[in-house]
């Protein structure tokens, strides 16, 4: 098992620049797949980003590609999300989690075992 901790999150005016980051803390980081994703009011968790267990492979969601960049480091068992040129309609809880089942980085929020419990991102106009 393994317990996640994101970070980072806040208030910030549009095109303005985010970092997050989520800690990872019982089993081996490296032997996970992570994801992050984000949920607004009234709307469903969706996939912003997500990477393999040794960074070759690193998907994004089309809203968000060309202005996020999803990285981790594993020997601080930390995954970052650098969040770039914001929207208002970035603002949401942004939260990781993280998959073991297989090598597969997914885009569904059901393919994840382990969830944190969110950081509030708002981006003001």
């Known amino acids: 098992q393994v317990q996640l901790v994101e970070s980072g999150g806040g208030l910030v005016q549009a095109g303005g620049s985010l970092r997050l980051s989520c800690a990872a803390s019982?089993?081996?980081?490296?032997?996970?797949?992570m994801g992050w994703f984000r949920q607004a009011p009234g709307k469903e968790r969706e996939f912003v980003s997500g990477?393999?267990?040794?960074?070759?492979?690193?998907y994004y969601s089309d809203s968000v590609k060309g202005r996020f960049t999803i990285s981790r480091d594993n020997a601080k068992n930390t995954v970052y999300l650098q969040m770039n040129s914001l929207k208002p309609e970035d603002t949401a809880v942004y939260s990781c989690?993280?998959?073991?089942?297989?090598?597969?980085?997914?885009?569904?929020?059901?393919?994840?075992?382990?969830w944190g419990q969110g950081t509030q991102v708002t981006v003001s106009s």
């Open positions: 989690g993280a998959r073991n089942l297989d090598t597969w980085v997914v885009t569904t929020p059901s393919g994840y075992q382990y």
């Open positions: 019982g089993r081996i980081f490296s032997s996970y797949v």
């Open positions: 990477i393999s267990r040794n960074s070759e492979r690193k």
